[in-house]
């Protein structure tokens, strides 16, 4: 059974930076592409950066690309979320996911708060 769990996030201010871990069990992200949402208050769950199993590719919602960096540890099996200049737009729950299985299903874990303000 695939297990995600987020950590790292917490309360910063603009201008600041956090690393955000996402830490898997039951798979291995080395075979997976990894992926990181994020909901803000009173929005919609939106895509903010992915990278390929391969990790030779990553793409960036057009908010965060040259803020944010997506990587992965493989020997910890554990994917990152890089995030420098934060802004109070940035706010909100931050979510791991990976798409694995037959038939494939997207496995979520349970989030962490990234809180933006002075």
């Known amino acids: 059974q695939a297990h995600i769990v987020e950590s790292g996030g917490g309360l910063v201010q603009p201008g600041g930076s956090l690393r955000l871990a996402c830490a898997a069990s039951g798979f291995t992200i080395s075979t997976y592409g990894m992926n990181w949402h994020r909901q803000g208050p009173g929005k919609e769950r939106e895509l903010v950066a992915s990278?390929?199993?391969?990790?030779?590719?990553?793409t960036y919602l057009d908010a965060v690309e040259g803020r944010f960096t997506i990587s992965r540890d493989n020997a910890k099996n554990t994917v990152y979320l890089q995030m420098n200049g934060l802004k109070h737009e940035d706010t909100g729950v931050y979510y791991c996911?990976?798409?694995?299985?037959?038939?494939?299903?997207?496995?979520w874990g349970q989030g962490t708060q990234v809180t933006v303000s002075s």
């Open positions: 996911s990976v798409r694995l299985g037959i038939p494939s299903q997207r496995y």
């Open positions: 990278i390929t199993a391969a990790g030779d590719s990553t």
